[in-house]
């Protein structure tokens, strides 16, 4: 049974930066693409960025694009996603999930078949 915890949500000012962690449980976890997806109250859930298995490619939203980063860590089981110069319109909560299988990068949320709980960021002016 495949499980995602996300931990490292929090209250922080306009401007500075939060680090999320994911650990994965229950699978092979290099052989899986990782996405991190973001939702606020009362809009669809969007996508933020996703690291493929394999080569780790990255891909990116466009309005996070050189501000944050994803990473996976194999031997830890864990997607990271550093998240620097922060913004208001960055408040959400914020899921990882893992591909179906071995998927190229995708936004696609259908296409992640396990979900984790969530974790707050809150940006402040």
């Known amino acids: 049974q495949v499980q995602l915890v996300e931990s490292g949500g929090g209250l922080v000012q306009a401007g500075g930066s939060l680090r999320l962690s994911c650990a994965a449980s229950?699978?092979?976890?290099?052989?899986?693409?990782m996405g991190w997806f973001r939702q606020v109250p009362g809009k669809e859930r969007e996508f933020v960025a996703a690291i493929s298995w394999g080569l780790g490619t990255p891909y990116y939203v466009d309005s996070v694009k050189g501000r944050f980063t994803i990473s996976r860590d194999n031997a830890k089981n864990t997607v990271y996603l550093q998240m620097n110069s922060l913004k208001r319109e960055d408040t959400a909560v914020y899921y990882c999930?893992?591909?179906?299988?071995?998927?190229?990068?995708?936004?696609?949320?259908?296409?992640?078949?396990?979900w984790g709980q969530g974790t707050q960021v809150t940006v402040s002016s």
């Open positions: 229950g699978r092979t976890f290099s052989r899986y693409t």
């Open positions: 999930a893992e591909t179906d299988r071995a998927r190229p990068v995708t936004a696609t949320p259908s296409l992640y078949d396990y």
